[in-house]
Each structure stands twice: as C-alpha cells, then as structure tokens.
C-alpha cells in the first residue's frame, strides 16, 4: 500500500492515540482528511490505543467498504457504552465490567469478527498495557502478515481466532472505571511464565502508540501521530483529595511520556534513524480550521458517551485541519498526484 514519490516506494505510518470517543472523531476528522488527499489507501501501518483502537479497528475491518467511515462516524453519533458497561458488569454475577465494554464493542461494531477478519487492509497494532510485565501488549494482524499477540518479553503467539472486541476492550480498559482483561494460558501461552497476564488501558504504556512505528521491521519513510488525547492543563485551585492527587499524578505520567515519545520521534529521525514525524495535538492551534476550534475541541470530556452534531462537526473540521497543515509544512510531497 506504498505511495509512489519520484519513483521510489515510500511507506507511511499512521498513530490514532487514546482519549475516548473524543479521541476516536478526532482521528474521523484525520481519516477523512487523508481520505480526501489520497493517502488513506495509501497507509501501510496503524498503531492505535483506547479511543483510537475503536477507531482503527472500526475502519480497518470495514477497509473496502466505501462507507468505513461513515459506520464509524453514525456509531460515535448514537451510542453510549461507559455508564452500561459498568453498571451491567457490576449487577451481572456472570460477566465482568471488562466484558461488558467487550460485548457492547462486539454488538454495535465488530459482530463476532475475530482478529483474523482485520486482514484485508494495512498492518494495524491495537496497543493494551501487560500489568505484569509493564510492557506494551499489542493485538497485530492485516498488511499480509501474520496475525499475532504479544510482547517482546514473554513472546507472541497466534491471535488468529481472538475476538476484535476484546483486544479494543484490553486497549481502552482505562483504571480504575475497568477492571484489567485477564489472559489465560489457553489463550496466550506465553502467559504460563507468569501463571497469567492481565491487560489494562494502552495510555498507560504510551497513550499515542508511537512503539510500532519505530521498529526496525516496519521500516517507514514518514509516521502520522494524531493525538486527540487530554492534554495537561493548570488547575489554579489544585486539590488536596487522595483520590484526586492519585488522578493528576497518573495526568503528570502520561504528559512526561507524551513528551518522551515526542522527542524519541524527532531525535530517531535527526539522527537518520526513523521516519519524517509528524504529529499534533488536539489542543493545537496552528492549523485550526476556525478560532476557537481548539480550545472547544480540547475541553470536551474523554469518557465513552455518543457525541452530539457540534461536538462532531468541530472534532472531525479540527482533526482534518490539523493534519493537512502538518503535512503540507512538512511533507508536501505526499500532496503530489
């Protein structure tokens, strides 16, 4: 799915972050805007997390539909999956909260589909965090390759038959409001080397899911991070409340990471060693389509609720904005027929 630049293949990466359905209409918005320039075919690699894990595994499973977009745009417009999914989890004897978040993803967006089903278009990584190795634990299928699940330290092993859902529920299993999603030995043998494995909310690793695009075996020309997470702001009345200060101290972890993985994307390539980044924020403000844009897009909350039209419209409009001047300051022959 290479794009073709002065006669050489050339191969782009795409990184959708977390940051609930917020998140997931922001990346629409990117989507579209690639879509509209002739680069969304054209990607050979998705790497999401959380809010971007419904997003990519919605599209990626739905690659030659013409509308895989507008089915991801109507779900985020109409369903509301946090509140039920914690209340049924919690009444229900027989299934757990995590499995409740996996069965409204599976009813509403992936009906069943196994991982095996994500074949059809670019590699796509939905990224999760292994509580008990405190590593990055990637579901990977499509891009003609194997599907997989795994880490580098235990291994991987075969995802062939793991239900899609699951693996976006592990993504965006955010602590505490889900519990982790446990894996078994039967499931994924590595596990037996810790007796099992339980995966939680890929934001707690890296909410963005830069990882995938800086292995060597990706080998990619230019990466596209599309960050619709929260960022950190300044509260002029700071709390005293433990429950809260735990809160903003995991705020503070992943804005240093964020920052992190900002400077690892720039210094790789500097130093000839990685992609063309580029990345944005949706907080953002050079390149907003309208004023105000970013400041109303960034203040809209991060849960798992539907969207209304305003929310969409200025999410998805800040989304394509933001990615269109990115590209056209620092790529602007990926603009080229």
């Not at 030995?185 to 800086?214: E, K, Q, R």
């Not at 596209?224 to 809160?247: C, Y």
């Not at 992609?275 to 949706?282: A, L």
Request: proline residues 5%; glycine residues 10%.
């Amino acid at each position: 799915m290479s794009i073709q630049i002065n006669g050489a293949a050339k191969r782009i990466g795409l990184a959708l972050s977390g940051g609930g359905f917020r998140a997931a209409a922001f990346h629409l918005g990117v989507m579209r805007q690639l879509a509209a320039l002739g680069l969304l075919d054209k990607l050979d690699l998705l790497t999401c997390v959380s809010g971007g894990s419904i997003a990519g595994a919605t599209v990626a499973l739905n690659w030659t539909k013409p509308d895989k977009l507008d089915l991801l745009d109507q779900y985020l417009r109409t369903k509301s999956i946090a509140v039920s999914s914690v209340l049924g989890g919690v009444i229900d004897p027989f299934s757990s909260r995590i499995e409740k978040l996996a069965e409204s993803y599976d009813t509403h967006l992936f009906q069943g589909r196994k991982m095996s089903s994500l074949s059809g278009g670019p590699r796509i990584y939905l990224n999760a965090t292994n509580l008990a190795t405190g590593n990055l634990f990637f579901f990977v299928a499509g891009g003609g390759k194997d599907t997989e699940m795994g880490e580098h330290e235990l291994g991987v092993a075969s995802a062939t038959s793991f239900p899609i859902s699951h693996a976006v529920a592990a993504s965006s299993a955010f602590p505490p409001v889900f519990p982790p999603l446990r894996l078994d030995p039967a499931v994924y043998p590595h596990a037996s080397d810790v007796d099992y494995v339980t995966l939680t909310d890929g934001g707690v690793y890296d909410n963005m899911g830069v990882n995938p695009l800086l292995r060597d075996r990706n080998a990619l020309d230019y990466v596209i991070v599309s960050d619709g997470g929260k960022p950190f702001a300044i509260d002029n009345r700071p709390t005293e409340s433990g429950a809260i200060v735990l809160k903003e101290g995991l705020n503070i972890m992943m804005e240093q990471v964020r920052g992190l993985e900002f400077d690892r994307l720039q210094h790789r390539h500097l130093a000839g060693k990685g992609p063309k980044p580029m990345w944005f924020s949706i907080d953002s403000r050079i390149g907003e389509a309208q004023a105000g844009d970013a400041a109303f897009a960034s203040a809209i909350d991060t849960n798992l609720r539907k969207l209304s039209s305003e929310e969409m419209a200025v999410l998805t409009r800040h989304g394509a904005a933001l990615v269109k001047a990115r590209i056209t300051q620092y790529a602007p022959e990926l603009l080229a027929p």
